[in-house]
């Protein structure tokens, strides 16, 4: 490993897939909502729209061409979105027919971000009431190890694939879904356990399993399990870390609709200096770009504070501000007694949430 690895969370939705077609009708992509996103005050960057066009990652030339843009300016990896329901999975051909097929694969590593949240009817999200849930993301005990083959017989043996001190690196999103899909934290454990043992008995020393902190100050979410760092002391974790800058910033308390990207990012800055030695195994940090989840929104709504994605857009991501950010990373994983010498990024292609 360098002596800072950047791994930048890729989200594979850009093409047509068969849950999309049922969900909204043949052909549909998010791209629709890109399309009709609308500035909701002045001065607001919208609609934003990607230099390259709006193009199909399952197209093994696109990824090519993200490929070298992101080795080019020092992006080590991609942590692609990974989803996978009771019933199967949802939106691989990104990876599997996309970035796994470009020729200059060699160029950049890869590693799967098990994406099991909820998938919500945010498409377009309405005033008018709650969204419904489109596919669950907990899953059984025998799913998840259906995925765990997959993940060491598929994933883990490609020469490209992202390793820390040579196991492979699998993160967990939604660590509150993990733990209730397996029956509780007993049944989690022994889940990771379980991938452990396959991944070894594949010829593996481990695997390195990271969960994500995603809404850690929700305190609500973790109440069951005694507190988020009751969870994550109660699981076999090789290292923890935010899934964007949110999971350690109230959004909610911020200003509406502008809120502030700086102090996001000085909420996070503080964590990493002051909390991030109490969770009890390495922490990564996360760079966010930015945060504008108002494309998700009804066009011919009016925009006001509600549930997500009704929220406040973090204004001022200059490319100073994400500069400075980084250089607070880079000082932070580059430290002397820095365990793990990784930083995650906010996305490469996340233009439903402005992080991209």
């Known amino acids: 490993m360098s002596v800072c690895e950047l791994a930048v969370h890729y989200v594979p939705c850009w093409h047509a897939d068969p849950r999309t077609d049922r969900w909204h009708g043949k052909g549909w992509t998010p791209w629709q909502l890109i399309r009709s996103a609308q500035p909701r005050y002045e001065g607001h960057r919208q609609p934003v729209r990607p230099a390259w066009g709006m193009v199909d ?10 490929i070298d843009l992101a080795a080019d300016h020092g992006v080590c990896s991609f942590l692609y979105h990974w989803h996978h329901f009771d019933d199967g999975p949802f939106l691989h ?6 970035l796994l097929k470009a020729a200059n694969i060699d160029r ?9 949240r909820d998938i919500l009817a945010h498409a377009p999200a309405l005033l008018s009431g709650n969204p419904g849930v489109l596919a669950s993301g907990r899953v059984t005990s025998a799913t998840f190890d259906a995925m765990v083959r997959l993940w060491v017989e598929r994933y883990f043996p490609h020469h490209c694939y992202l390793r820390m001190e040579e196991c ?3 993160a967990i999103y939604d ?18 356990e379980r991938l452990q043992l396959k991944a070894a008995g594949a010829g593996f020393p481990g695997v390195h399993v990271m ?3 995603w809404r850690a100050e929700e305190e609500s979410r973790w109440a069951e399990f005694g507190g988020v760092r009751a969870l994550v002391a109660a699981l076999p974790l090789d290292s923890v870390g935010p ?7 109230d959004l909610v308390a911020d200003t509406f609709p502008r809120g502030s990207y700086a102090k996001a990012a000085a909420a996070n800055f503080h964590h990493w200096e002051s909390e991030s030695r109490s969770w009890g195994v390495p922490y990564i940090p996360n760079v966010t770009l930015g945060f504008d989840a108002s494309p998700r929104c009804a066009a011919t709504d009016h925009f006001e504070r509600r549930e997500y994605p009704f929220v406040p857009i973090l204004d001022g991501s200059t490319p100073a501000a994400v500069r400075s950010a980084f250089e607070h990373a880079r000082t932070f994983v580059t430290r002397p007694d820095a365990p793990v010498k990784l930083v995650t990024i906010s996305s490469w292609n996340d233009w439903l949430e402005g992080a991209s």
């Open 211 to 213: 969960g994500l902190l």
């Open 243 to 249: 899934a964007s800058f949110l999971d350690h910033y």
């Open 175 to 192: 660590l509150v879904n993990f733990v209730r899909s397996m029956g509780g934290l007993e049944g989690a454990r022994e889940a990771i």
């Open 108 to 116: 950049i590593k890869f590693a799967l971000l098990w994406d099991n």
């Open 168 to 170: 492979p690196f699998v």
């Open 57 to 66: 990652d399952t197209d093994p030339h696109v990824a090519a061409r993200e």
């Open 93 to 98: 051909d990104a990876l599997d027919r996309g």
